[in-house]
């Protein structure tokens, strides 16, 4: 049976870490997950190591601020080669709670290189390894934050801003590879434990962990695509 490659950013902590040990338990998976925290990704895979013996995970190395000023040289260089990828994660994300006129132009930049601007090259730099093969699915994990109407909070001006940049390039692309094979679709997710959140809310108990959260995002990339494509799902139950 041939192996599915699924590319995973933001893999070193929390839900993305998550994701990748649900993958790494599947049969036929080629699991990269990205990272620029290379101790946490050693934790990974030795975590997932010997999970199924039919799939591999492949720690990669990444920083988004890097990636972008060299994109192409960045993903030839990747420890692994694929002539195909059929899910594509892009989970990463960067939070800095502080009010809007206290946030700096180096602070605001990293936000938006992480949470819109790195995610959008990534998938522009990967098209070739998209579609024609086989169905790609591409998730955008976005945030309630981000959602059109939600509740919004002080402190989360930039972050809800580039998140709700990421869902709208997500309609964008839906649209512009219709009938090429390769389907978009953002989840915003809404209050899970992770340590990102308990950074934006001190002292709030999210609903729901990032293992729950994690097997519905793996559930829904894997199978999401057939349904939906191009939407802009609120996974929530509670905000925050």
Known sequence: MPISTVIITGASRGIGFEIAKCFARLDHFQVLALSRNKRQLGRLATECAGLNK????????????????RPSETISNLPVRFRHISILINNAGYLMNKPFDQINTEEAVQMLHTNFLGPSILIKTLLPFMGRAGDTHVVNIGSMGGFQGSSKYPGLSYYSASKAALASLTECLSMEYKGAGIFFNCLALGA????MFAEAFPGYKAPVKPKEMAQFITDFAINGYKFMNGKIIPVALSNP
């Open 192 to 195: 899970v434990q992770t340590e």
């Open 54 to 69: 039919t799939s591999k995970l492949i720690p990669v190395a990444f920083d988004f601020e890097k990636f972008l000023d």
